[in-house]
């Protein structure tokens, strides 16, 4: 976490007590007396010291288990190149972001660049070239009761009229304690929404008849992302 400024505090915080291994922060800065009425970790005392030296001993405190280290010197290729994920806090000019950015891009590991200015703020990211995201949404998959389901091609199921379907075209879903059609329960299905309370999943002929009971139930697919550099991303 390079700058150590009251956003830079704030994030080393959530960090910390999320409890990843290992968090470096770094900054070159002295602490002013203007820093103390953001970043919750320095008081007067610090007012003249190094703020990565100064944050360290309370941003430790949080979390014996993790292990924190103050960097006060400044962010060359070799030191940049050893972490996974670089966070930039604060002032840095473009020029030094950029330059930041294509270390950790080379290397394939994540960027984030972010600030604060009053009640306005800013952040990007570049999580390399591949990056696997597992939820896309980070909400509880969603399910619906279903109704009848169609022996035919494409196969029609219908869910119950309590309320439209949130499914989305191109998702993916799985069935349970279908009755008659057991064949479907524990597969995975890609569907097509065509109204409200009805979704195709393909072909059903060669499985039995539907008799009753179901439920149905959104399936997460993991999803690559491609993230431009933020030199590109500024042209764009």
């Known amino acids: 976490i390079v700058g150590c400024d009251g956003l830079g505090a704030e994030i080393a915080k959530n960090v910390v007590l999320a409890g990843v291994r290992s968090v470096t922060i770094s900054d070159t800065e002295t602490v002013r007396m203007s820093d103390l009425s953001s970043q919750f970790f320095l008081s007067e005392a610090h007012v003249g010291k190094n703020r990565a030296a100064c944050t360290l001993e309370e941003l430790q405190e949080l979390n014996p288990y993790v292990s924190v280290v103050a960097h006060e010197g400044a962010c060359g290729d070799e030191f940049l190149s050893q972490f996974k994920t670089v966070v930039v806090c604060g002032a840095a000019s473009l020029e030094e972001l950029i ?17 604060s200015h009053g009640v306005v703020g800013y952040i990007f990211c570049d999580f390399g070239e591949e990056h696997l995201v597992a939820d896309t949404t980070g909400e509880e998959p969603l399910s619906a009761i279903v109704v009848s389901i169609s022996k035919e091609n494409p196969g029609i ?27 479907i329960n524990g597969k995975v299905f890609s569907i097509d929404v065509l109204s409200p309370y009805t979704f195709s999943i393909g072909d059903t002929t060669k499985f039995g008849t539907y008799t009753g009971g179901g439920l149905v139930k959104e399936v997460k697919m993991p999803t690559t992302l491609h993230f431009n550099p933020l030199r590109e991303s500024i042209v764009q």
């Open 99 to 115: 330059r930041i950015n294509n270390i950790t891009h080379s290397k394939g590991n994540a960027f984030i660049a972010t600030g």
């Open 157 to 183: 199921v219908t869910v119950h009229d309590e309320k439209p379907l949130e499914f989305a075209s191109g998702g993916y879903v799985t069935f349970s304690e279908v009755e008659g059609m057991e064949e």
